[in-house]
Nanobody, 124 residues
Framework: QVQLAESGGGLVQPGGSLTLSCAAS????????MGWYRQAPGKQREMVAT???????TYAETVKGRFSVARDIAKHTVSLQMNSLRPEDTALYYC??????????????????WGQGILVNVSS
């Protein structure tokens, strides 16, 4: 089964920067869209940034110009560079991927895979 492992969260002051990383593992697989979602206390989970297998990104309006998503196809990783962080960016950030396991040389229907979540706390 494909698994996602996030790293890089923590406490940062307003205006600071942080980079989140996510690595996929678990046998043979193909990845399609990857990206990041977040969930703040008392709020629903929302999309932050996603990137297709061809590198085309999509950003939430609230992070455009401040966050940058990138992926390494060969290493099965996706990262989120976050600049000019604000207190309202405080949330649990989840890595997301559409993953298709390869069994007997045949790609299976893809499924959505989520990481465990990592805390980003923007506070002075």
């Amino acid at each position: 089964q494909v698994q996602l492992a996030e790293s890089g969260g923590g406490l940062v002051q307003p205006g600071g920067s942080l980079t989140l990383s996510c690595a996929a593992s678990g046998g043979l697989f193909s990845l399609y869209d990857m990206g990041w979602y977040r969930q703040a206390p008392g709020k629903q989970r929302e999309m932050v940034a996603t990137v297709t297998s061809t590198g085309s990104p999509t950003y939430a309006e609230t992070v455009k110009g401040r966050f940058s998503v990138a992926r390494d196809i060969a290493k099965h990783t996706v990262s989120l560079q976050m600049n000019s962080l604000r207190p309202e960016d405080t949330a649990l950030y989840y890595c997301y991927a559409e993953a298709s396991r390869i069994v007997g040389g045949i790609a299976q229907p893809y499924s959505e895979v989520w990481g465990q979540g990592i805390l980003v706390n923007v506070s002075s």
